[in-house]
């Protein structure tokens, strides 16, 4: 192991525990604790704790109960919170799907999840009867029981249980069912408790969707520190600083470009008028540290993680532009370098692999997918798919994905290394680059960008810009402007479902 791993301040007795009994721990300690608001509705652990109950009682009279999968397709909102803790309660494996996923992805969805019910708002109802589902399934708005206090239906359940079957965001290829066992969303929240230096007198803007765990783990995380979760519907550039001052929110979570989305809004006095002091999440470019710091007073703290390794598993806590940490203590991490060698400590570039004490902190692996999991956990390590690079120190550094590596001639392109000369230029709000099938030899670099509001983008102007940052083949021949992209469930872009067709593209060589 490399230098001293990051210890959590306050571990969670090895994470020894269910969502259900963090919940009634908390009911218990502090019942009228207000813990959420949405729409300047504040809802304490009580209000929760009836409609959980009132859930609980409408779930076993559809015939739920422990063990058993249900599908949820449901809008961020307080009774969603209740409805996963409700399904906690039951000992019942809850199985989210996104609500911006299209028609032709819930069927191979809920085919391998194999529910006996789903729960959904009433505009969602036809898509999941569309997507499969045989069994009943629950409309939010009109469960009304009577259920008055917390339900008395708790299932006797294990750590290592299943708690919820979380979809891979999808970003290079087909999502896969990961299990999320109890333990592991416990773990989820109190490591994301650390991060964001949650306590009593703190406040989450919680713009994340539920079905993802970046947004599912401010649960327990809220539970578990005292601190209070601000629901915003989704998230909304424009608005964002308007829905922070609302809600009296000090601390924020980021994913995918977020922050590039944010950095982009026009310059106003929105910028300082909040009171988020702190950001903490994946993929901040390092230009972003000193802009968030400067223009909006907030510190980021950059984590690394996946699913599959109970939220994240590294952390910037030295605060570092453009790394992405050490290992939290419960984590071991190697480098595979491309020629198989195993890199446990030193200097060096590889696939991230982990390790984890305890060992319930990793996976078990993906539902009904033997291959999938097989070929993510060898040698006793999970492999991650991604690179990174590992300094003298023991700092290490994202490379990117191992799957959009681009081969260009001879040369492995990283399309981390692209996208962030790319996003340098003033003109884009957004990018993706992806390899495309070249006409000799590999691949070809293809640049996909959204621009800044009002702005113009002169393709051989971004080529000449582009020369100046980066490696000759690292510059990409093709550029195609789009006014949106595809996203994943964590606002990722889902660059698997860019066209590779560059034939109405922008070619440098055909200039």
């Given at each position: 192991?490399?230098?001293?791993?990051?210890?959590?301040?306050?571990?969670?007795?090895?994470?020894?525990?269910?969502?259900?009994?963090?919940?009634?721990?908390?009911?218990?300690?502090?019942?009228?604790?207000?813990?959420?608001?949405?729409?300047?509705?504040?809802?304490?652990?009580?209000?929760?704790?009836?409609?959980?109950?009132?859930?609980?009682?409408?779930?076993?009279?559809?015939?739920?109960?422990?063990?058993?999968?249900?599908?949820?397709?449901?809008?961020?909102?307080?009774?969603?919170?209740?409805?996963?803790?409700?399904?906690?309660?039951?000992?019942?494996?809850?199985?989210?799907?996104?609500?911006?996923?299209?028609?032709?992805?819930?069927?191979?969805?809920?085919?391998?999840?194999?529910?006996?019910?789903?729960?959904?708002?009433?505009?969602?109802?036809?898509?999941?009867?569309?997507?499969?589902?045989?069994?009943?399934?629950?409309?939010?708005?009109?469960?009304?029981?009577?259920?008055?206090?917390?339900?008395?239906?708790?299932?006797?359940?294990?750590?290592?249980?299943?708690?919820?079957?979380?979809?891979?965001?999808?970003?290079?290829?087909?999502?896969?069912?990961?299990?999320?066992?109890?333990?592991?969303?416990?773990?989820?929240?109190?490591?994301?408790?650390?991060?964001?230096?949650?306590?009593?007198?703190?406040?989450?803007?919680?713009?994340?969707?539920?079905?993802?765990?970046?947004?599912?783990?401010?649960?327990?995380?809220?539970?578990?520190?005292?601190?209070?979760?601000?629901?915003?519907?989704?998230?909304?550039?424009?608005?964002?600083?308007?829905?922070?001052?609302?809600?009296?929110?000090?601390?924020?979570?980021?994913?995918?470009?977020?922050?590039?989305?944010?950095?982009?809004?026009?310059?106003?006095?929105?910028?300082?008028?909040?009171?988020?002091?702190?950001?903490?999440?994946?993929?901040?470019?390092?230009?972003?540290?000193?802009?968030?710091?400067?223009?909006?007073?907030?510190?980021?703290?950059?984590?690394?993680?996946?699913?599959?390794?109970?939220?994240?598993c590294i952390m910037n806590v030295d605060r570092i532009p453009g790394a992405i940490g050490r290992p939290l203590d419960e984590f071991e991490v190697a480098l595979k370098s491309p020629d198989g060698t195993l890199l446990t400590d030193g200097a060096g570039d590889g696939e991230i692999?982990?390790?984890?004490?305890?060992?319930?902190?990793?996976?078990?692996?993906?539902?009904?997918?033997?291959?999938?999991?097989?070929?993510?956990?060898?040698?006793?390590?999970?492999?991650?798919?991604?690179?990174?690079?590992?300094?003298?120190?023991?700092?290490?550094?994202?490379?990117?994905?191992?799957?959009?590596?681009?081969?260009?001639?001879?040369?492995?392109?990283?399309?981390?290394?692209?996208?962030?000369?790319?996003?340098?230029?003033?003109?884009?709000?957004?990018?993706?680059?992806?390899?495309?099938?070249?006409?000799?030899?590999?691949?070809?670099?293809?640049?996909?960008?959204?621009?800044?509001?009002?702005?113009?983008?002169?393709?051989?102007?971004?080529?000449?810009?582009?020369?100046?940052?980066?490696?000759?083949?690292?510059?990409?021949?093709?550029?195609?402007?789009?006014?949106?992209?595809?996203?994943?469930?964590?606002?990722?872009?889902?660059?698997?479902?860019?066209?590779?067709?560059?034939?109405?593209?922008?070619?440098?060589?055909?200039?």
């Amino acid at each position: 192991m490399v230098s001293p791993n990051i210890p959590l301040s306050q571990p969670l007795q090895k994470y020894e525990t269910t969502l259900a009994e963090l919940f009634e721990t908390a009911v218990n300690q502090a019942l009228d604790r207000v813990w959420l608001s949405y729409e300047g509705v504040e809802i304490t652990l009580r209000d929760t704790a009836k409609r959980v109950a009132q859930f609980t009682e409408a779930a076993m009279d559809a015939g739920i109960g422990p063990g058993d999968r249900v599908v949820t397709r449901v809008d961020n909102h307080p009774d969603y919170i209740a409805v996963i803790l409700a399904l906690a309660e039951l000992g019942a494996v809850w199985v989210p799907i996104d609500i911006q996923a299209p028609a032709r992805a819930l069927e191979p969805r809920v085919a391998l999840a194999r529910p006996v019910a789903g729960i959904a708002n009433p505009h969602h109802v036809n898509a999941l009867r569309d997507g499969g589902i045989d069994g009943p399934i629950l409309q939010l708005s009109e469960i009304r029981t009577t259920g008055a206090v917390p339900s008395q239906h708790r299932s006797k359940r294990t750590p290592d249980d299943h708690r919820a079957i979380l979809f891979t965001s999808g970003t290079t290829g087909a999502p896969k069912g990961v299990i999320v066992t109890e333990r592991m969303f416990c773990a989820a929240g109190c490591f994301a408790a650390f991060a964001g230096r949650a306590g009593g007198g703190q406040t989450f803007l919680h713009w994340e969707p539920l079905n993802h765990i970046g947004g599912a783990q401010m649960i327990p995380a809220a539970l578990l520190s005292g601190a209070r979760l601000a629901l915003v519907e989704r998230f909304s550039a424009s608005r964002f600083w308007q829905h922070a001052k609302a809600a009296r929110a000090t601390r924020m979570h980021y994913l995918g470009g977020v922050l590039d989305l944010l950095a982009k809004q026009p310059p106003g006095p929105q910028d300082r008028d909040h009171g988020v002091t702190l950001a903490f999440g994946a993929a901040a470019r390092p230009e972003m540290w000193s802009l968030f710091r400067d223009r909006f007073g907030i510190s980021l703290t950059e984590v690394y993680g996946q699913t599959e390794a109970a939220s994240f598993c590294i952390m910037n806590v030295d605060r570092i532009p453009g790394a992405i940490g050490r290992p939290l203590d419960e984590f071991e991490v190697a480098l595979k370098s491309p020629d198989g060698t195993l890199l446990t400590d030193g200097a060096g570039d590889g696939e991230i692999l982990l390790n984890a004490s305890p060992p319930g902190l990793l996976s078990p692996g993906y539902l009904y997918a033997d291959g999938n999991t097989k070929a993510a956990i060898r040698d006793g390590w999970f492999h991650t798919g991604d690179l990174a690079r590992r300094e003298a120190d023991g700092m290490l550094r994202f490379l990117g994905r191992a799957k959009e590596a681009i081969r260009y001639r001879g040369e492995n392109v990283t399309a981390l290394e692209v996208e962030t000369a790319v996003m340098a230029h003033p003109a884009v709000s957004e990018c993706a680059a992806i390899g495309v099938p070249a006409e000799i030899g590999e691949e070809e670099i293809l640049v996909v960008v959204t621009l800044t509001e009002q702005a113009t983008l002169d393709p051989t102007e971004l080529l000449s810009f582009l020369s100046q940052q980066l490696a000759r083949f690292q510059v990409p021949r093709y550029l195609r402007i789009t006014d949106e992209f595809p996203r994943t469930p964590s606002h990722r872009i889902a660059k698997s479902l860019l066209s590779r067709d560059v034939s109405e593209d922008w070619d440098a060589e055909a200039q």
